[in-house]
């Protein structure tokens, strides 16, 4: 097997390190962010926002099925 040349292996690092960062960190960044200021976001901070959810919706796609923020069940009984 030959080896690897530095600069492939740099190419390499660089497009994985990308990758993470647009399939990782900024969505999950990004998920918790929207669940933090979801009722007290303003019309364009919500625009941008969502604006955002469309241009990471792959990474947003990886975790949808790992997070739930379904509201909790009150307790009624006061």
Known sequence: ?????????????????????YLVVIPLALIFYARQRWYIAGSIERTLLYGLVFVFFPGMLLFSPFLNFRAQPRNLKA
């Open 1 to 21: 097997m030959p080896a690897l040349s530095n600069d492939f292996l740099v190419a390499a690092g660089a497009y994985a390190g990308i990758a993470g960062v």
